[in-house]
């Protein structure tokens, strides 16, 4: 069962022309720092793995973040997924060429399912973390597109299940109702999708206390917690975090 693993804690950076922003609802960003560093300063720690969204992803970017992987690569040894504009296998490959551990696919899968399929074909399926944007809207939990701005009409429990099939590895779900809101992750959002596959869900959007990581282990909707802004602003530490939910029998790694 997911639930007698380490739930694990994943600071996440969101990189826009080489230096690492934040925004709130996706929307409004702000400068926060240099990558490298940043990456070094999670890796010492005690993060179980890094994300890294290249959130202003283009083709003429592509270079840039895969001159910055290989340089944070060198310097961490957790794991890293990341993400951001990848369209193409010859893209995962560079970025996992680079020092990358998962690579993480969201609009693309969405225009082309099979592109899940041939990923766990050619790196294997613990390569491939598929990121879903959810929002609320008349349909339901509904996949949002193109860093949240173009809704898809596909509902995210039907989503997962076509992702599941294909092979994907794990989830990375962001709730753009609650992201940078500091309110909670959308629990909602994490129950529908709990119900719908087996796979490891890593939840994002809303953490703002230690409270939100230990409600969504406790409820057992996700597997892993991914925060920015209470990290990047030393709200709280992530040592800290582990051993207040250590504290309260919820096992992570320390």
Known sequence: MANHLAKRI?????????????????????????????????????????????????????????????????????????????????????????????????????????????????????????????????LGYEVYVKGGRERTGILLDEWVKVCEEKGAGEFLLTSMDTDGTKNGYDIGALQMMRRSTSLPIIASGGAGKVEHLEEIFSLDVADAALAASIFHNNEISIIDVKHYLDDRGISVRL
Do not use: W
Not at 113 to 130: D, H, N, W
């Open 10 to 138: 994943i600071p996440c950076l969101d990189i826009k022309d080489g230096q690492v922003v934040k925004g709130v609802n996706f929307i409004g960003l702000q400068n926060i720092g240099d990558p490298v560093s940043l990456a070094r300063f999670y890796n010492d720690s005690l993060a179980d793995e890094l994300v890294i969204l290249d959130i202003t992803a283009s083709f003429e970017h592509r270079q840039i973040i895969v001159e910055l992987i290989r340089e944070i690569a060198k310097e961490v040894y957790i794991p890293l997924t990341i993400g951001g504009g990848v369209k193409t296998l010859n893209d995962m490959y560079m970025l996992l060429d680079s020092g990358a551990d998962k690579i993480s696919i969201n609009s693309a899968a969405i225009a082309d399912p099979s592109l899940i399929e041939q990923a766990a074909k050619r790196f294997g399926s613990q390569c491939v973390v598929v990121a879903i944007d959810v929002r609320l809207s008349d």
